[in-house]
C-alpha cells in the first residue's frame, strides 16, 4: 500500500458536483492497493499514519500526530499511485491491485483508521472519477510504502 499524506487545514472530495467527503484540520491520504497487498501492509500504514507527528506543538516543532491535535481524516483510493512510466509515455497501472482486490483493503483500511484516530474518517468514492480540492497547510506532504518501509 502506498499514501500520499498531506496535512491540510481544510480538504473535501466531490462527484458530479457532490461533496462526499469534507475534513477540516487534519490529513488527507490518498491512498493505492497494490496488488499482493495484505492485512500487513494495511496495518503497518494506519499505524504509522496515525502515529506520524507532522503537526506543530507550541514551540513550532512538528512534534504532535492528528491523533494528538483532534484532527480529521479524509482518505481518497488512488490507483494510479502505481502507476509506471518505464516504457512510452502512456502510464502502466500493472502494479495497482484490481477492484475485487482492492475495495475490501480500502473499506477496512478506512475502519481500522477510524478506530486509530478515535473518530469517523471522510472518504470519496471507490472508483468515480473525483474532484479533491485541499488546503496543503505547510504545505507538509508525505509519501509511505509499506513495502518500502523505510521510504
Known amino acids: ?55 506543530e506543538d507550541e514551540a513550532g516543532k512538528m512534534n504532535l500526530s492528528v491523533c494528538d491535535i483532534g484532527g480529521n481524516a479524509l482518505v481518497v483510493s488512488q490507483f494510479t499511485l502505481f502507476g509506471s512510466m518505464k516504457k512510452g509515455s502512456r502510464p502502466s497501472f500493472n502494479r495497482a491491485a484490481v477492484p475485487a482486490e482492492a475495495i475490501p483493503l480500502y473499506e477496512k483500511f478506512v475502519t481500522k483508521l477510524s478506530c486509530a484516530i478515535g473518530k469517523s474518517v471522510q472518504t470519496g468514492r471507490f472508483g468515480a472519477m473525483m474532484d479533491v480540492s485541499l488546503v496543503n497547510d505547510g504545505p507538509v506532504t508525505l509519501v509511505l510504502d509499506s513495502r518500502v518501509p523505510a521510504f
Not at 466531490?14 to 501492509?41: A, K, M, N, P, Q
Open 1 to 55: 500500500m502506498r499514501a500520499v499524506v498531506q496535512r491540510v487545514s481544510s480538504a473535501s472530495v466531490s462527484v458530479s458536483g457532490e461533496v462526499v467527503g469534507e475534513i477540516e484540520s487534519g490529513i488527507l491520504v490518498l491512498l493505492g492497493v497494490e496488488s499482493g497487498d495484505t492485512d500487513v501492509d494495511l496495518e503497518w500504514l494506519v499505524s504509522r499514519l496515525a502515529r506520524v507527528r507532522i503537526f
